[in-house]
């Protein structure tokens, strides 16, 4: 929206001569400018949507021909596709199963990182305590420290509370790695937001809670659309917290890597339970997009 | 509705600044009182901690004889209009005006009808449905306002709520406002650093320096019996005209000597400064208004005693001249930020000024034949000269100074 109002005013006068000409210098100039850039994200561009293609493609080989062809002879003989792969994984009890476990965990994973480091971070922008900024350091610090450390406790203090193995489990412990990141964005987001906006609030009547839903809230929407993404792909993609804390619940990552064998792997299965386990992150992606909007604070206190 | 009372109350803020000092003040149900000092002073202090927003360090405040030192600020029963409006900006202007009555819960249906009666009033009706984002400055101020008046609060709280208005807008909006407290009466305390919106605005005017308040009066009464020279100076632009001197004893008759000048003390001026009469002998600081001057042509009483300088400067601004004076006279050292005048708008005198010396200003008739770099003599009406002890800086008047007078 601000991106259109501004090549608005930028465009020159229209039916004077003089100041179209420059005008059009200038627009090549800034194409030129911008060229590297945009060959950059096109081959990136392409770099990553060529295998994403492929394995679409794959996954809607016949069942026949998959061992044997390859994705590419697809683009000529449309013939060779069908929709078969898919309502076998589907019909597939194991695989629907551990993407719903995936959902389940993805979501409270989530989901609870945020709801908890957004109270956290409120905490840390607005509230007076003792001790706030040396937690916040302490908190950032945790920024650092690596999953691998914590596996092998974790998993004998889950032995011990019997949630070894449960998607409760696993929500916990990606909320427990979430929260670092997730208090140390939103914190610094939400020290953006005017104080006055807050006592407004509080004069208006409102309770701390009351703020926080009402007005934090909305207001910090586009950084937890971001981290919710952020989150929200990474919960997905875990493999290795699914391996190490769980057995029988096993995640979609885990379910296809159980599919890979030694000696010539499941393609028909892997293949469309991969894309399918793409498709959701993405789709989230795109639903939480249009969060991203800049100047939301716009009006209020100038 | 409710009156609010400052009693004995002290602001510090934690790295030792002194923001308010031993305030006290009462201010009446339905009184419009206006808090006026330089930038710093501490009116912005004394504002939050009646809305709650800061706590008091000690001293007492009441709201409608109810202790609220700890009483937090959602549930004091006042509204505020911030300096910089503190708009939602995520939500729309109705829902800005709506957003404290939401709050108390108050019926659906009662809602619309309030923050519709408050949108008219303010002439804000065609804008309900926009967010604030897509509002001019004075509109995101009159929504500032809706959202105060809409919750019928017990107190009004305002923080130089027209400063980010162009000048003709803060006119218009400086009636404005004063019309609707006057039909609401609900008690309002305004805080400005501007002494013209003090003095059009206040039933009183609570001047402020450096933390410590300095005279509540009718604007009228600060204006023409100010108790200070900080208040003599700071209210009034051009400001009053400060020089030292002293009185002197001629004859019978009491003189404020000037030295270059001489200037003979009434019998009303005596009558209505009986205090004066002990200062005889003594050093003072003589204020003189700058309408208090004119030019001998056009003056009421041709044979006024007369003040004699160099024009430095002549601004003819159509209704009145007001000439700057080079006299020689000794003047008062006073910081110029403690004026009420604004920086910009002396800043023309500041060519005067560098001769070491305040000019003298006088405000003069239109009439006058007076021009820029010659000598000119100016009538005085002594009957409206100030007198103020250089000691303490307090006015002389009916009485012995306060200050040191043991009860
Ligand atoms: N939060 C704060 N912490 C420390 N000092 C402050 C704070 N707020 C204001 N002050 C100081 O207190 C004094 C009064 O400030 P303020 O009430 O804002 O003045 P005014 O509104 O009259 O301009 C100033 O010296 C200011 O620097
Ligand atoms: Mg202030």
Redesign the pocket.
């Known amino acids: 929206m601000t991106t259109t109002e501004a090549s608005g005013l930028a465009t020159a006068p229209p039916g004077t001569r003089e100041g179209a000409r420059p005008a059009v210098g200038a627009r090549i100039t800034r194409m030129l400018t911008r060229a590297p850039i945009a060959i950059l994200l096109a081959v990136i561009g392409i770099a990553w949507l060529v295998p994403t293609v492929g394995l679409l493609l794959t996954s809607l080989l016949l069942p026949s021909e998959i061992q044997s062809t390859g994705w590419w002879h697809t683009i000529t003989d449309t013939g060779l596709l069908s929709l078969e792969n898919y309502r076998r994984v589907l019909d597939d009890g194991a695989i629907t199963s551990s993407l719903w476990t995936t959902v389940w965990i993805s979501v409270g994973g989530t989901l609870l990182p945020i709801i908890v480091g957004a109270l956290a971070a409120y905490a840390f922008a607005f509230l007076e305590f003792p001790g706030r900024d040396w937690l916040f350091i302490i908190v950032v610090g945790l920024l650092v420290v690596p999953i691998q450390m914590a596996l092998i406790p974790i998993f004998s203090l889950y032995n011990d509370l019997g949630i070894f193995d449960t998607i409760i489990g696993l929500i916990l412990f990606h909320t427990a790695f979430g929260l670092p990141f997730a208090i140390f964005l939103l914190r610094n987001f939400f020290v953006g937001i005017p104080r006055e906006l807050l006592e407004a609030a509080r004069i208006d009547g409102a309770s701390e809670l009351r703020i926080f839903v009402r007005v934090i809230l909305p207001l910090g929407l586009p950084a937890i659309a971001s981290l919710a993404i952020f989150q929200f792909l990474w919960t997905w993609n875990d493999l290795l917290i699914a391996l190490t804390l769980g057995r029988d619940t096993q995640p979609i990552t885990v379910a296809i890597f159980s599919q890979l064998r030694q000696f010539g792997s499941n393609i028909e299965i892997i293949a469309p339970a991969a894309f399918i386990s793409l498709v959701i992150p993405l789709a989230v992606f795109f639903a939480f997009q249009r969060y991203f909007v800049q100047g939301l604070l716009a009006g209020s206190v100038k | 509705m409710a009156n609010v009372t400052f009693d004995g109350i002290w602001k510090v803020?934690?790295?030792d600044?002194v923001?308010?000092r031993d305030l006290s003040l009462d201010i009446g149900d339905g009184e419009f009182v206006v808090l006026v000092?330089?930038?710093?002073?501490?009116?912005?202090?004394?504002l939050?901690m009646v809305a709650g927003l800061e706590e008091i360090t000690s001293g007492e405040l009441r709201i409608g004889d109810r202790t609220v030192n700890e009483v937090p600020a959602k549930d004091r029963d006042i509204a505020m209009v911030f300096q910089s409006y503190a708009l939602y900006p995520h939500l729309t202007v109705f829902e800005n005006i709506a957003f404290g009555l939401r709050l108390q819960k108050v019926e659906k249906a009662e809602v619309e009808k309030r923050v519709t009666d408050a949108a008219r009033v303010l002439g804000l009706e065609p804008y309900l449905r926009r967010k604030p984002r897509a509002l001019s400055g004075g509109q995101r101020q009159r929504v500032a306002m809706g959202r105060a008046i809409v919750r019928r609060p017990r107190v009004f709280l305002m923080?130089e709520p027209l400063s980010n208005l162009d000048a003709k807008l803060r006119v218009q909006t400086r009636a404005e406002i004063s019309r609707l407290q006057s039909d609401l009466g609900v008690t309002t305390i305004y805080?400005t650093?501007d002494q013209v919106e003090a003095m059009t605005m206040g039933d009183r005017v609570a001047v402020?320096r450096k933390?410590v308040l300095q005279q509540v009066a009718a604007p009228q009464v600060l204006y023409d019996e100010p108790a200070n020279l900080f208040v003599a100076g700071f209210i009034g632009s051009p400001s009053m005209n400060l020089f030292r001197g002293t009185i002197a004893q001629d004859g019978d008759a009491l003189v404020a000597d000037l030295g270059e000048a001489r200037l003979p003390l009434s019998a009303a001026t005596l009558e209505r400064r009986p205090a004066l009469r002990a200062h005889a002998g003594r050093e003072v600081v003589v204020g003189i208004r700058p309408e208090d001057l004119e030019d001998p042509a056009h003056a009421r009483d041709p044979d006024a005693p007369r003040l004699r300088g160099r024009v430095v400067l002549r601004e003819a601004l159509g209704s009145e001249i007001v000439a700057h004076l080079a006299t020689g006279l000794r003047d008062v050292d006073i910081d110029p930020e403690e004026r009420g005048v604004d920086p910009q708008e002396a800043g023309i005198a500041e060519g005067a000024a560098v001769s070491g010396e305040t000019p003298l200003v006088a405000r003069i008739s239109p009439r006058s034949g007076i021009s820029e770099g010659e000598d000119a003599e100016l009538a005085v009406d002594v009957s409206a000269l100030h007198f103020f002890d250089p000691g303490n800086g307090l006015g002389i008047s009916d009485a012995e100074p306060v200050i040191g007078a043991s009860a």
């Open positions: 803020y934690g790295d600044t923001a308010v000092g330089p930038s710093g002073c501490g009116k912005t202090t004394a939050r923080d805080v650093h402020m933390g």
